[in-house]
């Protein structure tokens, strides 16, 4: 039978329409270029972030958040050099506020993975099946990360099978033992095992895991607060000046001595930011 190969995609028919929306994504998930990558990343940012907005959204806040942001610096300085870079750290405020989020978010309900294996083996032990169990435990476990499972287990109510409805958990929350513990309750239904042994043995993974991430943040609280300081300093030192002397900028660009060490300074801060985070972020992985 047709039920038996999979799920069939569901024609669409105008008297339904305007019941589902579509998720509104930029980018088409394959990287096939820059262009796509970047685009990707945003998309799958406003889907961790849980602030249930699309993409076009959080285009149109960061353009509103530019214009005031240059808008005020205009009626303060009066210099059109200085309003765009007003403008441009208004277009980057709401991205850098959602990353905030979305990091914030993540860590939340990465503290609340262990217990909810634990809650989920217990749930086990009584001889209930994976999706009764992934259900109880979707109840009783809080925001965020209840609400993300209670999206997986509206979708098996609805018919949907495990493997279907698990699929798209690692993606929405972006956490690596999510996407582990998906794979062992679809394995564990498609072949068998003793899933008790293996939520538990998970659970103490991860929180063997958290105990680790924190002593290693703690031991590197100061390279990292360094490593910022050496990031946000000379945009500040800038910002200082710019302040003090509205027409330091265009005194500076005004010669070709000028205007070749401002781009080389900005081209070495970009490269010492991106390689200082990469450090800082393949210590935390590691």
């Not at 339904?16 to 990287?31: D, H, N, P, V, Y």
């Not at 303060?76 to 750290?89: F, K, M, P």
């Not at 169990?133 to 999206?151: C, F, H, I, N, R």
């Not at 095992?193 to 680790?212: C, N």
Request: net charge neutral; hydrophobic share 45%; glycine share 8%.
């Amino acid at each position: 039978m047709a039920a038996s190969a999979g799920l069939q995609p569901i024609p669409p028919k105008s008297e339904f329409a305007g019941i589902l929306k579509e998720q509104e994504t930029f980018g088409t998930g394959r990287g096939d270029d820059a262009a796509d990558q970047i685009n990707s990343w945003f998309d799958e940012l406003m889907l961790q972030s849980g602030l249930g907005i699309g993409p076009s959204m959080m285009v149109a806040l960061c353009m509103c958040s530019a214009i005031t942001v240059g808008g005020a610096v205009f009626v303060i300085q009066e210099n059109l050099l200085t309003t765009a870079l007003g403008a441009l750290i208004g277009f980057m405020l709401p991205v850098i506020t959602t990353i905030i989020i979305r990091t914030r978010r993540q860590d939340k309900m990465t503290s609340q993975i262990p217990a909810m294996l634990e809650e989920l083996a217990r749930a086990a032990k009584t001889g209930r099946s994976v999706e009764h169990s992934l259900q109880m435990v979707a109840a009783d476990t809080p925001d965020p990360l209840g609400a993300e499972l209670k999206l997986a287990t509206g979708r098996v109510e609805m018919g949907i099978q495990l493997k279907d409805a698990l699929r798209d958990l690692p993606r929405r929350t972006g956490l690596m033992t999510l996407g582990l513990m998906c794979m062992t309750l679809v394995v564990q239904q498609q072949t068998g095992g003793d899933l008790v042994t293996v939520l538990e043995r998970l659970s103490r993974t991860v929180r063997d895991r958290l105990l680790f991430l924190g002593r290693l943040r703690a031991a590197t609280a100061a390279s990292r607060a360094t490593a910022i300081l050496m990031i946000v300093l000379p945009p500040a030192v800038l910002a200082f000046f710019v302040y003090r002397k509205p027409t330091y900028l265009d005194e500076l660009l005004s010669s070709s001595w000028g205007r070749n060490s401002t781009m080389i300074a900005i081209g070495l801060e970009m490269l010492g930011a991106f390689w200082v985070m990469r450090i800082l972020k393949d210590s935390e992985q590691s």
